[in-house]
């Protein structure tokens, strides 16, 4: 079992619809959590952090986390065009304190 | 305003050959990282730092070396390129504190032949 799984997709869903990405992770003590988004040929970049149980809101962005299913997820709502990317979920070990990536799921917006 | 910074952006080199990819950042973090993306295997943490001349090996370690003389700068030196290192590097940085955000650089995308 992969440490953080996401399903790399692609994932495509319509202008305007609720976009929904999911990542599990096998490390029962981690305590934060993170969404980077990544366009093609960029660099990732953070659009959100969650640490307590429960949901967390941005703008568009949502992140749900469940820590005793080891889940976490990340809603788009009105999604548009320009959300098209790659999304990565990352997970703090809580052995190390490293990073641990999923290898992302692709999101195509379209119009 | 503060920033990471990567250079060279693109490079192509021969097998063989010693390559050193810089790191530079303003935001006087503690924290330093290297990745490495390719295809089917997301980021991988190459080497790391937690502070002037701390280094620690990541889960891709071998062929790669890391120094770290002063906050801003942690420099990647490949001793002897092999095609099997072309890929696109990340470096990352954080504060060190129990958030441990990390924030990164535009990347260095490099072709060994």
């Known amino acids: 079992q992969k440490e953080v799984e996401q399903n790399s997709g692609p994932l495509s869903v319509p202008e305007g619809a609720i976009a929904s990405l999911n990542c599990t992770y096998s490390d029962r003590g981690s305590q934060s959590f993170f969404w980077y988004r990544q366009y093609s040929g960029k660099s990732p970049e953070l659009i959100m952090s969650i640490y307590s149980n429960g949901d967390k809101e941005d703008g568009r962005f949502t992140a749900q986390l469940n820590k005793a299913s080891q889940y976490v997820s990340l809603l788009i709502r009105d999604s548009q065009p320009s959300d098209s990317a790659t999304y990565l979920c990352a997970v703090r070990s809580s052995n190390t304190g490293k990073l641990i990536f999923g290898q992302g799921t692709t999101l195509q917006v379209k119009p | 305003d503060a920033e990471i910074t990567q250079s060279p952006r693109h490079k192509i080199t021969e097998t063989g050959r010693q390559v050193t990819l810089a790191c530079h950042q303003t935001w006087n973090h503690n924290n330093m990282f290297w990745y490495r993306q390719d295809l089917g295997h997301g980021l991988r943490l190459i080497h790391y730092s937690y502070g002037v001349q701390d280094t620690n090996k990541g889960e891709v370690s071998d062929g790669y070396s890391v120094s770290r003389s002063n906050t801003e700068d942690l420099p990647l030196t490949l001793e002897s390129a092999a095609s099997s290192q072309t890929s696109v590097y990340f470096c990352?940085?954080?504060?060190?504190?129990?958030?441990?955000?990390?924030?990164f650089g535009a990347g260095t995308r490099l072709s060994v032949l």
């Open positions: 990352a940085s954080s504060e060190g504190d129990s958030k441990n955000i990390q924030y």
